[in-house]
Every structure is written in C-alpha cells, then in structure tokens.
C-alpha cells in the first residue's frame, strides 16, 4: 500500500487443482502470502474476508503487516448464515441453485452475473461472470460454506478469542454485535464513519 506493488490473487476454483473447503482455502492462502515474501497487506472480502481473518489468527508463519475483513460480523457465535448460504448447505437444494443459474442465459434475470448486478456489478462484468460460471466453479461455492456449519465461531473463532496477533482493522455492519471479552471498540472508525471497527 502507500505506492508498494499491489498483487490479485487468483481464486483457486479457477485452478485444475483447487482446494474444497475452508481449511484447504485458509492453507491455500496462507501458502499465496508466504510465497510474496512480505511484510503483506491483506485487503479480503466476503470469503475472502473469511480467509484473511483466519490466517492472521492461527498462521503466525505467515509475514502479514497488517489486514482488513468486512466480515468479522460472520465469526459471532450467535451467527446465522444467510439465506442462500443455508440453502447451498443443503443437499440435492444446494447443487440445484447454481446449476439454475448456469443454464439460465445471461440477461434473462436468473444468471449469478444477472443477481450480482443489484449488488453493483456492471452488465460486462455480469456477462464476464457467467460465461465463466461452470460446474467446478458452481462446487467451489458450495465447499466453503457446507464446511463452516452452524458458522465460523464454532472453530475457527477458538482461535479468535481476543485480538489477533498481528494489527487488523475489521469491518462489520451497523447494529452487528461482536463480543470479544479483550478487545477495544472504537465507534465510529475513522475510515467510515457510523461503522465500527475493532482492534487491540
């Protein structure tokens, strides 16, 4: 940051060999870091968000200066996934939901490019994302989230129990509760204003 090289790490659902699971993605991006040599800043977000977290939680190994998830809200012991996040953990359901959104045409409304478009994504990049969208991408969804049930506190969190060893700044979204008996909250954050932020 600051001017210093910025690198995009490719999902690894994109690769012959990619990784199922929370803990193989954790490890996966553990290993990415580790080969940039460091000290890193990590930006994740969404699963991404996830990941970072864990890794500066339980990977000392690995050289991170600092990192940010918006996620934090996710590792609260009294969590409860999302609706589509429920549904993917379910079985013949979860497997039924993307495969729908691979055979719809892009446009129509029913693709995962046409729903990330009332999230901002732009038609061109909702067109990029289905015409990318396929089985092995569809299981990739759903391994990390059939693998963190009932949520992320229930393991990961044992490592989480009071601040991370190294600096972090966490986002979550306005009304969240977190409780983290150790840590300090500042309200509202410097870097946007009305949401809170945790650090040690």
């Known amino acids: 940051m600051g001017g210093e090289d910025a ?5 690894p659902h994109r690769r ?8 193989p993605y954790a490890a996966w991006l553990a290993g990415e870091l580790r080969a940039i040599g460091g000290p890193v800043d990590v930006v994740g977000h969404d699963w ?3 990941l970072t977290m864990r890794v500066a939680s339980a ?5 991170l200066r600092g990192w940010v998830s918006d996620v934090a809200h996710g590792w609260h012991p009294d969590y409860t996934w999302h609706e589509a996040a ?3 953990q379910r ?4 497997e039924e939901s993307p495969a729908g959104l691979r055979e719809a045409p892009s446009g129509s409304g029913r693709t995962f490019g046409d729903l990330l478009r009332g999230r901002g994504m732009t038609p061109e990049l909702g067109r990029e994302a289905d015409a990318i969208h396929d089985a092995e991408m569809s299981a990739a969804i759903l391994a990390p989230y059939r693998s963190a049930r009932p949520n992320l506190a229930a393991d990961w969190g044992k490592d989480l129990a009071g601040p991370p060893p190294r600096p972090d700044w966490s986002w979550c979204r306005p009304g969240t509760r ?12 410097p870097w946007a204003p009305g949401w809170p932020s945790w650090t040690a």
Do not use: C, F, Q, Y
Request: proline share 18%.
């Open 91 to 94: 079985s013949p359901e979860g």
């Open 86 to 88: 429920t549904l993917w």
């Open 7 to 11: 690198v995009d790490r490719a999902d």
């Open 178 to 189: 977190w409780r983290a008996p150790t840590w300090t909250p500042r309200w509202p954050g």
């Open 59 to 63: 990977r000392t190994d690995v050289p």
């Open 16 to 23: 012959p060999a990619g990784p199922t699971g929370k803990d």
């Open 48 to 50: 991404g968000g996830h």
